[in-house]
């Protein structure tokens, strides 16, 4: 099946500071994907939708500013989480469609805000 | 708004038990998934049932969707211990949503 990169698989960093993780879809081209959250034994949270080319679109109660989204490219989409505090430590998880509705994903990035 | 929910959350069996998951949705859906987390690992896709009534199998595992395409089920038959993780139904055709999840965990 198709292959969707995630980078780092895993962050730790100091209240304030700013990550950014990467979505790369290696063998296909996608105009849209997705970036989940994920609580311990919790469902995956859609957070929003990353639009090539155009404004993502968030989830309501989802921050914009909180979470910024750019998809500059048809194989690359980034996350910043920007001025990241200990509630915004989580498991992050990006999907690129394949075709037919069906959803590849990344391996996720496990963010740690000390 | 619609609403999906997926049952039981946990399901503990004895390996070679069976073993059943269910997604039921207030309305009417247009397709549904599934997949599978491993622990510590991300979705898999298993399949996508689009067709009133349809029915896949994939070796041990069937998968149903209802009549009304308002539920639908996994069932696994024969449990094994590679078999462990989370089962997710999801849906949606401009976005994909994921069901609560089934937790499920096996005793050798």
């Known amino acids: 099946g198709a292959v969707v990169s995630q980078h780092p698989s895993r962050v730790i960093c100091k209240s304030g500071t700013s990550v950014k993780i990467e979505c790369r879809s290696l063998d296909f081209q996608a105009t849209t994907m997705f970036w989940y959250r994920q609580f311990p034994k919790k469902s995956l949270m859609l957070m929003a939708t990353s639009n090539e080319g155009s404004k993502a679109t968030y989830e309501q109660g989802v921050e914009k500013d909180k979470f910024l989204i750019n998809h500059a490219s048809l194989t690359l989409s980034t996350l910043t989480v920007t001025s990241a505090h200990p509630e915004d430590s989580s498991f992050y998880i990006c999907?690129?469609?394949?075709?037919?509705?069906?959803?590849?994903f990344g391996a996720g990035t496990r963010l740690s805000v000390l | 708004g619609q609403q999906v929910m997926q049952i039981p959350q946990y399901q503990h069996v004895q390996e070679g038990e069976d073993f059943t998951t269910y997604c039921n949705s207030s309305t009417t859906l247009s397709n549904i998934q599934w997949y599978k987390q491993r622990p510590g690992g991300h979705p898999v896709f298993l399949i996508q049932?689009?067709?009133?009534?349809e029915v896949k199998k994939q070796k041990r595992l069937t998968f149903q969707f209802g009549e009304a395409k308002k539920n639908s089920s996994l069932h696994i038959t024969a449990t094994q211990t590679t078999d462990v993780g989370t089962y997710f139904c999801?849906?949606?055709?401009?976005?994909?949503?994921f069901g609560q999840g089934t937790r499920l965990t096996i005793n050798p």
């Open positions: 999801g849906w949606g055709a401009q976005k994909l949503v």
């Open positions: 999907s690129a469609g394949g075709g037919q509705n069906i959803q590849y």
């Open positions: 049932l689009v067709k009133s009534g």
